[in-house]
């Protein structure tokens, strides 16, 4: 089913992100807790981050691993520092490939997409707009290819992501769809058949937002975002519009 957490605020570490919270994503890689279907999360795992101090193109680091048995990740997380992380794990769709290229979050220029869900590659077949690879196809990297080529030629992030999900689902009925897409400056993350989450309180030293498929922790502040929803955060706000399904 996979899992997918969004940092935007002041700079921290990767590892405060994806590491070191109490139900971090790799506690939720063996132990997630709003799972709604799977019960782990461990054919890979990735993150992208952004340093645009340097230039405007997220970092990446992805293995086809579980979060948990990479002896690199724990050197590396604590001292990267980002204001804007994309952490995910990915819980393979039955028949298609484990492998570094088909695992979130994926990049192009200066965005970067995660998947959070499942979906029949006839739904997603229409919607190709260029000529991309099908050979041991994977839901995730076609809907990637999908979201980029309409953000980068200019379409508005919120409708593009609600447009995507409204087709998808018209065609596949029983498909799941949380996407998440970020430019290192806000994220549009949409809920359609899996949790999603977040936290929100620019008042907090570290400051900013937290959107999440899960709570990271107990904090009472959590806000779960109703099903068939579309959000739009920045460290300074989150609006909420529903999806036309």
Partial sequence: MCRHVMWLGRERSL??????????????????????HGTMNVDGFG???????????????????PIWADPSLPTLAP??????I??????????QPIQ???????????????FNGAVSLDALVPLVERS???????????????????????????SVLADVVSQCAAKDPGAR???????????????????????????????????????LDDDPRWMGVPDGSLILADPGSVARQALDL
């Fill in 177 to 215: 769809l949380n996407l998440m897409l970020t430019n290192g400056s806000s994220v549009w993350a949409t809920t359609h058949g899996a949790s999603l989450t977040y936290l929100h309180d620019k008042g907090l030293a570290e400051g900013g937002v937290l959107v999440a498929s899960e709570p």
């Fill in 15 to 36: 590892g405060s992100v994806v590491l070191d919270p109490e139900w971090s994503l790799q506690r939720q890689a063996y132990e997630p807790r709003q799972q709604w």
């Fill in 47 to 65: 993150i992208a981050w952004y340093q645009k101090r340097l230039r405007g193109e997220p970092a990446q680091y992805r293995r086809a691993i």
């Fill in 132 to 158: 991309i690879s099908f050979v041991n196809p994977c839901d995730a990297t076609v809907l990637a290819s999908i979201v980029f080529d309409r953000v980068t030629r200019g379409d508005v992030p919120e």
């Fill in 86 to 95: 994309l952490g995910s794990l990915r819980s393979t769709t039955i028949g």
């Fill in 79 to 84: 001292i990267v520092r980002s204001t804007a």
């Fill in 100 to 114: 570094e290229t088909d695992t979130a979050p994926f990049v192009r220029g200066r965005w970067a997409f995660s």
